[in-house]
């Protein structure tokens, strides 16, 4: 799947709010769909690049032999994930309207868009 098919379909999670796809080396976005006067995807895209960062720089120095999956991020209101894209530098962030989503679906939803990304 492209990363434009991608983003419409993690659009179509429930409660789905925006969605970006994030280089974490670079911090920038290679796409996004969503988001608005609440939610500046690029600002979001850059703050979730150090969120990455800062987990795998403390993997390192645990020594821990892992690999990130996903990270969950709760608010009040929303949910945001972070997906990591196995084998590249690539995560998905989508942020969700807590209120109307199921987490459990949603992070379901995004392993399988990202096994099936192509970019």
């Known amino acids: 799947m492209n990363i434009e098919g991608a983003l419409k379909e993690a659009m179509t999670v429930d409660g789905a709010i925006g969605v970006a796809l994030v280089d974490f080396d670079s911090g920038m976005s290679l796409g996004f ?4 006067p609440g939610l ?3 600002i979001a895209a850059a703050g979730n690049t150090e969120v990455v960062r800062a987990k795998m720089r403390t993997l390192a120095r645990l020594g821990l032999n892992e690999t990130i999956e996903d ?4 608010l ?4 945001h994930v ?3 894209i196995p084998g590249g530098s690539l995560f998905l962030y989508l942020a ?4 109307r989503a199921n987490l459990a679906l949603a992070r379901h939803e995004l392993r399988r868009i990202g096994a099936t990304l192509e970019v």
Not at 71 to 74: E, H, K, P, S
Not at 76 to 79: E, I, K, P, R, V
Not at 96 to 99: K, Q, Y
């Open 96 to 99: 969700l309207d807590r209120s």
């Open 76 to 79: 009040s209101g929303q949910y």
């Open 40 to 42: 500046d995807l690029e």
């Open 82 to 84: 972070i997906r990591l």
């Open 33 to 36: 769909l969503g988001g608005g």
């Open 71 to 74: 990270v969950l991020i709760t």
